[in-house]
């Protein structure tokens, strides 16, 4: 059975920093492209970021600069550093497993406000 368990959401002033978490349980991580998505009130689920299992990213216009997604093969982890937090970055985000099938987590809350 496939799991993604997020952690790390919260709620930070404008400006902040928050950490995200996604570890892996049941399935091979090396080799899953691992994502990030959000999703807004009312909008789409986006992609935010990606990195393939040979360590290439991709990063949406929006947060390119501000954000960093790094894994950890050896943990099952996959992290989203977010700096320079704006309101407009708050959201639900998602972790995401992409290989020939595709797993999600549930989400964790990231909201931004002062």
């Known amino acids: 059975q496939v799991q993604l368990a997020e952690s790390g959401g919260g709620k930070v002033q404008p400006g902040g920093s928050l950490r995200l978490s996604c570890t892996a349980s049941?399935?091979?991580?090396?080799?899953?492209?691992m994502g990030w998505y959000r999703q807004a009130p009312g909008k789409q689920r986006e992609l935010v970021a990606a990195?393939?299992?040979?360590?290439?990213?991709t990063y949406a216009d929006s947060v390119k600069g501000r954000f960093t997604i790094s894994r950890d093969n050896a943990k099952n982890t996959v992290n989203l550093q977010m700096t320079s937090l704006k309101p407009e970055d708050t959201a639900v985000y998602y972790c995401?497993?992409?290989?020939?099938?595709?797993?999600w987590g549930q989400g964790t809350q990231v909201t931004v406000s002062s």
């Open positions: 995401n497993a992409q290989n020939f099938r595709g797993y």
């Open positions: 990195i393939t299992s040979g360590g290439d990213t």
């Open positions: 049941g399935l091979l991580f090396n080799i899953y492209t």
